[in-house]
């Protein structure tokens, strides 16, 4: 939490649940990652958070955008971004979609099948293609492979038809799972790719590009590698297995980019031992929770730290199981990764999440059991 999030919560005291966004740690993680691996082209993949106040920022820095949806290309123009730095990277679109952004000017797709490299080939006509392949995301908490992705094998056939339908074969890009720990999932990824590069260019197809996707994590609970680390693994990767010519490299960074900008302020309502019993546990129940943009904590993949108003003061702490407010039975975020939260903890405490700029604010459902959508504000 910065300082900046810490006074507008103590002047403003804003209703809670709520997300406090600092748009400068946003920016500061743009120029992280930029110095960090100077040679990779910057696409924020918006999904994470496309807040009008991010993009505008992102856009005033010179990054690029990758759009999900024909309404995230929209939002992405609307906060002043060129269509030409606009990347279409969702392998799922809808005839309709591809039609009206390629209208609005963009002309870069991302596909993973026959069927939708034809539906390319017909609605944006000669637009530049890259095709996504599955790879393994072993060490992501969040993994993505077994929705997305393609074989080299037949991404190689894909590749050669692209060109028979009169597209230009861009590029191939993967994804290692999101909130990926493990700086060797991008090496062993990069090897996979490379081998493809080098076979599609002895039939003349001379790809320029290597979309690395996202997965770059946000500290939450546990330690992760610094972004130097990921970005040497990146670099060394690079120079071992492109060593004559290295494509152009495009980073799609969704989490890292804005999940440690982001506090939620959340109000405790009760704090129970339901059973009545000093030894039954302790159940903390939140006003935000799983519907209330706090998604990831399915399964615990995501888990968040918190800061209470006794950090301070010493005393004692315990493992506390924690829920949302809602009265559906799964609105439990974490009961085998317990919280250690002070004893002294009593209903009415002013709690905060940390690291919630990323996957919170549009994960939030609308009025379920009456509650509204997240407010937000952006400082
Ligand atoms: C979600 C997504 C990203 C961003 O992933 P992070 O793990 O948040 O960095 C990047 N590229 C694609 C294609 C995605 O779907």
Redesign the pocket.
């Known amino acids: 939490m910065t300082p900046k999030i810490t006074r507008f919560l103590t002047e403003q005291v804003p209703a809670t649940p709520c997300l406090i966004v600092d748009l400068d740690v946003v920016e500061q993680h743009y120029h992280d990652l930029h110095k960090a691996l100077p040679d990779g082209k910057i696409f924020y993949?918006i999904?994470?958070n496309p807040a009008p106040a991010i993009l505008k920022r992102l856009v005033s820095l010179g990054s690029c955008f990758?759009a999900?949806s024909l309404q995230e290309v929209q939002m992405c123009l609307d906060a002043g971004a060129d269509p030409k730095h606009i990347s279409y990277?969702?392998t799922l679109k809808k005839p309709s979609a591809i039609t009206e952004a390629y209208a609005k000017g963009i002309n870069l797709f991302?596909f993973d099948s026959l069927e939708e490299l034809e539906k390319i080939a017909q609605h944006a006509p000669g637009s530049r293609v890259f095709c996504?392949l599955a790879v393994e995301n072993e060490g992501a908490d969040?993994p993505?492979s077994r929705k997305?992705g393609t074989t080299t094998a037949h991404a190689h056939t894909l590749m050669l038809r692209a060109k028979e339908l009169n597209l230009i074969p861009y590029g191939l890009?993967f994804?290692v799972?999101?909130?990926?720990t493990g700086i060797a999932a991008y090496q062993h990824a990069i090897r996979a790719v490379s081998t493809l590069f080098n076979d599609l260019c002895h039939e003349g197809i001379d790809l320029q590009m290597l979309n690395l996707?996202?997965?770059?994590p946000t500290h939450y609970r546990e330690k992760i590698p610094p972004i130097y680390d990921f970005a040497k693994a990146i670099d060394d990767a690079l120079t071992e297995y492109f060593p004559h010519k290295r494509p152009e490299i495009f980073l799609?960074?969704?989490?890292?980019?804005v999940g440690q900008a982001g506090t939620v302020s959340t109000e405790v309502i009760l704090v129970s031992r339901r059973g009545g019993a000093e030894t039954d546990p302790r159940w903390v129940y939140l006003d935000i929770g799983r519907f209330g943009g706090l998604a990831e904590t399915e399964g615990e993949a995501i888990r968040y730290q918190f800061r209470t108003p006794h950090d301070q003061t010493g005393g004692s702490t315990s493992p506390c199981i924690v829920a949302g407010p809602s009265c559906d039975g799964i609105d439990i975020l974490y009961e085998k990764n317990r919280v250690a939260f002070p004893d002294a903890l009593k209903s009415g405490d002013r709690i905060e999440i940390l690291a919630t700029g990323?996957?919170v604010s549009t994960y939030c459902s609308v009025g379920f059991n009456g509650f509204p959508p997240l407010e937000e504000y952006y400082i």
């Open positions: 993949a999904k994470a990758d999900a990277g969702n991302v996504r969040w993505l997305f890009s994804h799972g999101s909130q990926q996707g996202g997965g770059f799609e960074p969704g989490r890292y980019m990323a996957y």
